[in-house]
T-cell receptor, first 113, second 113 residues
Framework: DVKVTQSSRYLVKRTGEKVFLECVQD?????MFWYRQDPGLGLRLIYFSYDVKMKEKGDIPEGYSVSREKKERFSLILESASTNQTSMYLCASSLRGGANVLTFGAGSRLTVL | AQSVSQHNHHVILSEAASLELGCNYSYGGTVNLFWYVQYPGQHLQLLLK??????LVKGIKGFEAEFIKSKFSFNLRKPSVQWSDTAEYFCAVISGGYQKVTFGIGTKLQVIP
Protein backbone atom coordinates (compact mmCIF):
# COMPACT_ATOMS: atom_id res chain seq x y z
CA ASP A 1 0.00 0.00 0.00
CA VAL A 2 1.40 3.36 -1.01
CA LYS A 3 2.30 5.58 1.84
CA VAL A 4 3.23 9.11 2.76
CA THR A 5 4.37 9.34 6.34
CA GLN A 6 4.56 12.52 8.34
CA SER A 7 6.63 11.86 11.40
CA SER A 8 4.92 14.29 13.76
CA ARG A 9 1.14 14.31 14.08
CA TYR A 10 0.97 17.00 16.74
CA LEU A 11 3.54 19.61 17.70
CA VAL A 12 3.43 22.53 20.09
CA LYS A 13 6.19 25.11 19.72
CA ARG A 14 6.94 28.56 21.05
CA THR A 15 7.26 31.70 18.99
CA GLY A 16 10.75 32.01 17.56
CA GLU A 17 11.57 28.31 17.71
CA LYS A 18 12.88 26.48 14.67
CA VAL A 19 10.52 23.75 13.52
CA PHE A 20 11.20 20.78 11.26
CA LEU A 21 8.37 18.82 9.67
CA GLU A 22 9.45 15.60 8.03
CA CYS A 23 7.74 13.71 5.24
CA VAL A 24 8.76 10.38 3.75
CA GLN A 25 7.16 8.53 0.83
CA ASP A 26 7.81 4.97 -0.23
CA UNK A 27 6.41 5.13 -3.75
CA UNK A 28 9.47 6.41 -5.63
CA UNK A 29 7.51 9.53 -6.57
CA UNK A 30 9.40 12.40 -8.17
CA UNK A 31 7.12 15.19 -6.96
CA MET A 32 6.58 16.16 -3.36
CA PHE A 33 4.48 18.98 -1.95
CA TRP A 34 3.85 20.83 1.28
CA TYR A 35 0.45 22.42 1.84
CA ARG A 36 -1.12 24.08 4.81
CA GLN A 37 -4.81 23.60 5.48
CA ASP A 38 -6.77 26.26 7.32
CA PRO A 39 -10.54 26.51 7.85
CA GLY A 40 -12.12 28.66 5.17
CA LEU A 41 -8.90 28.86 3.19
CA GLY A 42 -8.61 25.33 1.88
CA LEU A 43 -5.20 23.94 0.96
CA ARG A 44 -2.51 26.44 0.07
CA LEU A 45 0.73 25.34 -1.51
CA ILE A 46 3.86 26.34 0.38
CA TYR A 47 6.62 24.64 -1.63
CA PHE A 48 6.99 21.73 -3.97
CA SER A 49 9.86 19.72 -5.36
CA TYR A 50 10.01 17.83 -8.62
CA ASP A 51 13.41 16.22 -8.05
CA VAL A 52 16.13 15.78 -5.49
CA LYS A 53 17.65 19.13 -4.48
CA MET A 54 15.07 20.96 -6.61
CA LYS A 55 12.42 23.19 -5.10
CA GLU A 56 9.83 25.63 -6.30
CA LYS A 57 7.92 28.23 -4.33
CA GLY A 58 4.23 27.76 -4.05
CA ASP A 59 1.65 30.39 -3.25
CA ILE A 60 2.68 31.14 0.34
CA PRO A 61 6.41 30.42 0.80
CA GLU A 62 7.15 33.33 3.15
CA GLY A 63 8.46 32.15 6.50
CA TYR A 64 9.18 28.65 5.25
CA SER A 65 12.00 26.77 3.60
CA VAL A 66 12.35 23.19 2.40
CA SER A 67 14.98 20.55 1.90
CA ARG A 68 15.05 17.55 -0.40
CA GLU A 69 18.34 15.73 -0.10
CA LYS A 70 16.87 12.31 -0.92
CA LYS A 71 14.09 11.38 -3.28
CA GLU A 72 11.89 9.91 -0.59
CA ARG A 73 12.20 12.72 1.96
CA PHE A 74 10.90 16.27 1.86
CA SER A 75 11.31 18.49 4.90
CA LEU A 76 9.53 21.72 5.72
CA ILE A 77 11.40 24.16 7.93
CA LEU A 78 10.04 27.08 9.86
CA GLU A 79 13.15 29.10 10.71
CA SER A 80 11.42 31.17 13.39
CA ALA A 81 7.91 30.01 14.14
CA SER A 82 5.17 32.58 14.55
CA THR A 83 1.61 32.26 15.83
CA ASN A 84 0.18 32.77 12.34
CA GLN A 85 1.89 29.56 11.31
CA THR A 86 -0.40 27.56 13.58
CA SER A 87 -2.02 25.23 11.09
CA MET A 88 -2.42 21.72 9.73
CA TYR A 89 0.46 20.89 7.40
CA LEU A 90 -0.09 18.28 4.71
CA CYS A 91 2.61 16.54 2.73
CA ALA A 92 1.79 14.91 -0.59
CA SER A 93 3.61 13.18 -3.40
CA SER A 94 2.93 12.26 -7.03
CA LEU A 95 4.52 10.76 -10.09
CA ARG A 96 5.94 13.24 -12.56
CA GLY A 97 3.68 13.80 -15.56
CA GLY A 98 0.80 11.56 -16.46
CA ALA A 99 -1.57 11.10 -13.60
CA ASN A 100 -0.32 13.72 -11.14
CA VAL A 101 -2.63 12.21 -8.59
CA LEU A 102 -1.57 13.27 -5.14
CA THR A 103 -1.14 10.85 -2.27
CA PHE A 104 -1.42 12.65 1.04
CA GLY A 105 -0.02 12.04 4.46
CA ALA A 106 -2.08 12.21 7.62
CA GLY A 107 -1.01 15.75 8.39
CA SER A 108 0.96 17.48 11.11
CA ARG A 109 -0.97 19.83 13.36
CA LEU A 110 1.35 22.58 14.55
CA THR A 111 0.43 24.98 17.31
CA VAL A 112 2.70 27.94 17.91
CA LEU A 113 2.25 29.65 21.27
CA ALA B 1 -1.73 31.95 -12.28
CA GLN B 2 -4.27 29.22 -12.03
CA SER B 3 -7.03 29.50 -9.46
CA VAL B 4 -10.02 27.44 -8.38
CA SER B 5 -13.34 28.70 -7.04
CA GLN B 6 -15.75 26.59 -5.06
CA HIS B 7 -19.03 28.38 -4.60
CA ASN B 8 -20.65 26.36 -1.85
CA HIS B 9 -18.69 26.45 1.37
CA HIS B 10 -21.10 24.56 3.58
CA VAL B 11 -23.91 22.36 2.33
CA ILE B 12 -26.45 20.52 4.45
CA LEU B 13 -28.59 17.85 2.83
CA SER B 14 -30.93 15.13 3.95
CA GLU B 15 -30.17 11.56 2.99
CA ALA B 16 -31.35 10.66 -0.54
CA ALA B 17 -31.17 14.28 -1.69
CA SER B 18 -29.22 15.06 -4.85
CA LEU B 19 -25.90 16.85 -4.64
CA GLU B 20 -24.15 19.27 -6.93
CA LEU B 21 -21.02 21.13 -5.84
CA GLY B 22 -19.73 23.87 -8.07
CA CYS B 23 -16.12 24.30 -9.17
CA ASN B 24 -14.70 26.82 -11.62
CA TYR B 25 -11.08 27.29 -12.62
CA SER B 26 -9.30 30.21 -14.19
CA TYR B 27 -6.81 28.73 -16.65
CA GLY B 28 -7.76 28.74 -20.33
CA GLY B 29 -5.38 26.09 -21.66
CA THR B 30 -5.11 22.38 -21.14
CA VAL B 31 -6.11 21.37 -17.63
CA ASN B 32 -6.27 18.28 -15.50
CA LEU B 33 -9.08 18.44 -12.96
CA PHE B 34 -9.65 16.58 -9.72
CA TRP B 35 -12.03 16.22 -6.84
CA TYR B 36 -10.55 15.11 -3.54
CA VAL B 37 -12.47 14.17 -0.42
CA GLN B 38 -11.53 14.27 3.24
CA TYR B 39 -13.72 12.17 5.50
CA PRO B 40 -13.68 13.08 9.19
CA GLY B 41 -10.38 12.03 10.71
CA GLN B 42 -9.00 10.62 7.47
CA HIS B 43 -6.44 11.56 4.84
CA LEU B 44 -7.38 13.48 1.75
CA GLN B 45 -8.04 11.00 -1.03
CA LEU B 46 -8.89 11.14 -4.70
CA LEU B 47 -12.57 11.00 -5.59
CA LEU B 48 -12.28 11.36 -9.37
CA LYS B 49 -10.18 12.97 -12.06
CA UNK B 50 -10.43 14.30 -15.61
CA UNK B 51 -7.50 14.33 -18.02
CA UNK B 52 -9.03 14.03 -21.47
CA UNK B 53 -11.76 12.27 -23.42
CA UNK B 54 -15.28 11.86 -22.13
CA UNK B 55 -16.11 15.02 -20.17
CA LEU B 56 -18.36 13.06 -17.82
CA VAL B 57 -16.16 11.17 -15.38
CA LYS B 58 -17.21 8.71 -12.75
CA GLY B 59 -15.49 8.26 -9.44
CA ILE B 60 -15.82 6.20 -6.31
CA LYS B 61 -19.00 5.84 -4.26
CA GLY B 62 -21.34 6.91 -7.04
CA PHE B 63 -19.89 10.38 -7.58
CA GLU B 64 -19.48 11.89 -11.02
CA ALA B 65 -18.29 15.20 -12.43
CA GLU B 66 -18.75 16.96 -15.72
CA PHE B 67 -16.05 19.00 -17.41
CA ILE B 68 -17.58 21.90 -19.36
CA LYS B 69 -14.72 23.67 -21.09
CA SER B 70 -16.79 26.65 -22.26
CA LYS B 71 -17.81 27.37 -18.68
CA PHE B 72 -14.43 26.53 -17.10
CA SER B 73 -16.36 24.28 -14.76
CA PHE B 74 -16.00 20.85 -13.21
CA ASN B 75 -19.04 20.33 -11.00
CA LEU B 76 -19.37 17.32 -8.74
CA ARG B 77 -22.67 15.44 -8.59
CA LYS B 78 -24.29 12.55 -6.83
CA PRO B 79 -27.94 11.59 -7.40
CA SER B 80 -28.62 10.41 -3.85
CA VAL B 81 -26.35 11.19 -0.92
CA GLN B 82 -25.83 9.03 2.13
CA TRP B 83 -24.90 9.93 5.67
CA SER B 84 -21.45 8.44 4.99
CA ASP B 85 -20.85 11.13 2.37
CA THR B 86 -20.42 13.68 5.14
CA ALA B 87 -16.97 15.08 4.40
CA GLU B 88 -15.09 18.03 3.00
CA TYR B 89 -14.71 18.12 -0.78
CA PHE B 90 -11.94 19.90 -2.64
CA CYS B 91 -11.70 20.73 -6.31
CA ALA B 92 -8.17 20.93 -7.74
CA VAL B 93 -6.50 21.79 -11.03
CA ILE B 94 -3.19 21.36 -12.79
CA SER B 95 -2.66 23.55 -15.82
CA GLY B 96 -0.14 23.75 -18.62
CA GLY B 97 3.02 21.74 -18.21
CA TYR B 98 3.37 22.35 -14.53
CA GLN B 99 3.25 19.87 -11.69
CA LYS B 100 1.73 22.35 -9.28
CA VAL B 101 -1.73 21.39 -8.00
CA THR B 102 -3.98 24.26 -6.95
CA PHE B 103 -6.93 23.59 -4.67
CA GLY B 104 -10.17 25.38 -3.99
CA ILE B 105 -11.14 26.32 -0.45
CA GLY B 106 -13.30 23.26 -0.03
CA THR B 107 -16.97 22.52 0.60
CA LYS B 108 -18.12 20.94 3.81
CA LEU B 109 -21.00 18.58 3.18
CA GLN B 110 -23.17 17.49 6.06
CA VAL B 111 -25.72 14.78 5.36
CA ILE B 112 -28.50 14.45 7.90
CA PRO B 113 -29.96 10.97 8.37
Amino acid sequence: DVKVTQSSRYLVKRTGEKVFLECVQDMDHENMFWYRQDPGLGLRLIYFSYDVKMKEKGDIPEGYSVSREKKERFSLILESASTNQTSMYLCASSLRGGANVLTFGAGSRLTVL
Amino acid sequence: AQSVSQHNHHVILSEAASLELGCNYSYGGTVNLFWYVQYPGQHLQLLLKYFSGDPLVKGIKGFEAEFIKSKFSFNLRKPSVQWSDTAEYFCAVISGGYQKVTFGIGTKLQVIP
